[in-house]
């Protein structure tokens, strides 16, 4: 088992938002601003409003977010791709609620790039594939213990890369540092994945397929590995608006 991260526990910018707290906010999609069924405005000044046209394909306003079936095709557009480079440091931090255990993806771009919760209660997915010199897929299999993502309850879920040659993750779920089990599908070293990625689709894999089944309550995303403290702002500030 390897401990990936550790636990952070004190308390800061929770009456602050999360532009307040932090900086490189690519993308958010905040809790009950700007949210229709056609349409969730990006909160953090970078106008990457998601837009589906397709009334068929729209999820239903709910939670302060949207509900998206997975057996309606639900998923939108984003106005522009979001790229991180090879060696790149992200950080995503998610408020949902899974209706099912299917695989389902939040963002992606194509079928060798995702950002994908497992069609289980205990895997999420990293799939990369912008290397050193040219295109070479990696697959980062986060295991944690059963249930950890089970469907019915809401929670917070925070992935956090560091940025350099290593790349190596950190977990958090609802503030709380979690130990995965790290599978690697390249040589690359256990629980390392140095490749960048793009994405522009949100909601599924690439507008065809894996769409989400649930509640996504709200969403943020950094184009940078977020500090230590930077990590408990953002904790801190989403389990006190979501009531977690």
Not at 26 to 45: I, M, Q, R, Y
Not at 118 to 140: A, E, L
Not at 203 to 218: C, L, M, P, R, V
Request: charged share 15%; aromatic share 10%; with cysteine.
């Amino acid at each position: 088992m390897l401990g990936l991260g550790t636990d952070i526990t004190s308390s800061s910018y929770v009456s602050l938002d999360l532009k307040d707290a932090t900086t490189d906010l690519e993308l958010w999609f905040k809790n009950g601003v700007g949210v229709t069924s056609a349409k969730w405005d990006d909160s953090s000044g970078n106008a990457n409003h998601a837009s589906q046209a397709t009334e068929s394909n729209q999820a239903t306003v709910s939670g302060g977010g949207l509900d998206f079936e997975s057996g309606q095709s639900d998923h939108y557009d984003l106005a522009s791709s979001i790229s991180i480079g090879y060696r790149g440091g992200f950080c995503m931090a998610i408020v949902v609620t899974r209706e099912s255990t299917n695989a389902h993806a939040v963002f992606s771009d194509s079928s060798t790039e995702m950002l994908q919760f497992q069609g289980n209660t205990t895997t999420f997915r990293i799939k990369t594939n912008t290397g050193s010199s040219g295109s070479q897929d990696i697959v980062t299999d986060a295991v944690f213990p059963a249930g950890t993502f089970a469907s019915g309850s809401k929670f917070l879920f925070l992935i956090n890369r560091s940025i350099g040659t290593s790349n190596v993750f950190s977990f958090f779920k609802n503030g709380n540092a979690l130990t995965a089990d790290v599978d690697t599908s390249t040589n690359e070293a256990t629980g390392e994945n140095p490749n960048g990625f793009d994405f522009d689709t949100f909601g599924s894999k690439e507008g065809t397929a894996n769409f989400f089944d649930g509640i996504i309550h709200e969403v943020a995303f950094w184009s940078k590995g977020l500090s230590t403290q930077e990590i408990t702002d953002v904790n801190d500030y989403l389990k006190s608006v979501h009531g977690l």
